[in-house]
């Protein structure tokens, strides 16, 4: 892994930028399907997986643009500190010479009403993944989207403890059908109690 990070603040602004280049190179076990149409009537019958080879041994991938590939990442982040509101943010590209020619942005944004006591906050994170090469005819486009809305309450309990309530609520906006769909192929929402402590 080969990057910089630049940092630059003040009393009311923090600003971080970064990015790194690395090498992603790994293997997987693999199989194979043989669909099988009994009858000659030009429907598949039966589908029989193949995860072994005659001695046993799985198969293994070898160095394919799936797992053998450049990788970049860009970030952005920082937060802007007032008197009553805290903002936070984050953007993230991450860009895959991968088979796919992959592309992933993200983002987070969120605000916190800063009292001493109460805490409240609500947050937006999205994710987006888009293909710009046609690999083996998977097509190009949109590929996976997902978004996570977020509200919560901070209780300070003293200096060195807090309660934190909070929501969020997951939804997934990603679908590459017909052939293949990335997506959570779900929606979530999780109520979560925590209790915080500094050392």
């Keep these: 892994i080969l990057g910089a990070n630049l940092a630059v ?5 923090d600003l971080r930028a970064s990015y790194f280049r690395t090498h992603y190179n790994t293997t997987a076990e693999i199989f194979f399907t043989d669909q099988l149409d009994l009858n000659n009537d030009g ?18 991938s070898g160095d394919w643009p799936l797992t053998d590939f450049d990788l970049d990442f860009y970030g952005l982040g920082g937060s802007l500190t007032f008197e009553h509101v805290i903002v936070l943010f984050d953007y993230n590209y991450v860009v895959y010479d991968d088979g796919y020619g992959s592309k992933f942005p993200t983002f987070y944004l969120s605000l916190v009403y ?3 006591t109460w805490q409240p906050y609500v947050g937006l ?24 809305m977020t509200v919560g309450l901070r209780y300070n309990l003293g200096s060195s403890a807090a ?8 939804s997934d906006k990603g679908d590459r059908s017909p ?16 209790v915080d402590f500094v050392f």
Excluded: C, M
Aim: proline content about 3%; hydrophobic content about 30%; cysteine-free.
């Design 9 to 13: 603040n003040n009393d009311w602004v």
């Design 163 to 170: 309660i934190k309530l909070e929501y969020n609520d997951f």
């Design 43 to 60: 429907v598949v019958d039966q589908r029989i997986e193949r995860r072994l080879k005659p001695d046993g041994s799985p198969y293994i």
């Design 179 to 194: 052939w293949y769909d990335f997506s959570y192929h779900n929606d979530a929402r999780l109520l979560s109690v925590g």
């Design 125 to 148: 994170s999205t994710a987006k993944l888009e293909l710009s090469k046609d690999w083996q005819g998977f097509g190009v486009g949109d590929a996976e989207e997902h978004q996570i």
């Design 114 to 116: 800063n009292h001493d």
